[in-house]
């Protein structure tokens, strides 16, 4: 008797264990996300292997070597390529900055370099060319994305560089960093433009300047306007206007302190390019701004 309850215990155990597996099994037999599916966009795999060729053939690199391109867009190991790149892309951007402005004043050319290759303006060059679709990154909440895709942006010139050399660096730099337009003139003022351009007249050899009202209406109005020039003997340096004289003056200073800061040379060779050129110039370089 007490082996045949044993007996009835062990099927009902059974077919216990049965409807389990038949119960699991049909929570089961839809879709499953597999390993490979649950892998972040940041890891490699065969889709983003592929991604990461069509960026590359996107910005010309189809002879870069797949792995060092895969180095420099995976944040993790790509400090040496970002080291490397961070330096070169200041060299061309120095070298080619300072040949088209070569008057600018040096606290006026740190802001230019900043807004050319600072970490904003190349993380906006990255996403612009899609570096946010491909770059890998552990997101662990300290780091931004914005920071990640300068870095990795950096660390492309840095592979460039490494690989193809120079020109295959420089090219690239003047294509997708250099090239694009830049209103420096804003970037150029200075705190008490008035003593700034009585010492720069001074340092050239010029006359003093001298303000001149060039037109005012509303004088008595509660809006009035003035033109102010600001002038060197006879030569107009800048022109300002305002609701008040002192204002139209102050801009006329600004306008003619940015006249002569962001003059631009349109006609010039790199050093970088002394070695392709015959009877090669020197760029002109520009003395330093006025002391006051």
Sequence with gaps: MFAAFSRARCQTTSLRCLRANRIMAFHTSGPVMTEQQELPPNVASPTNNATLSAFGARLGLQSLNPSLLEQAVTHSSAANLTFLGKRVIGLYATEYLHAKYPSMHMNAFAEVLRKYIGNKSLSQIGSEVGLQDVVRWERDGNTVQSAVL???????????????????????????????????????????????????CKKLGQEAPVSRVISETGRLSSAPVFIVGVFSGEKKLGEGFGSSLKMAEFRACQDALASYYGKEEKDFVLPSDADHVDNYKPPVLGSTEAII
Excluded: M, T, W
Excluded at 165 to 193: C, M, T, Y
């Design 150 to 200: 300068a870095q990795c942006f950096n660390a492309l010139v840095g592979a460039i560089y490494q690989e193809q050399g120079p020109e295959a660096a420089k090219k690239f730099v003047h294509a997708h960093i250099l090239s694009r337009e830049l209103d420096v003139r804003p970037l150029l003022k200075l705190q008490n433009p008035k003593r700034y351009l009585s010492a720069l």
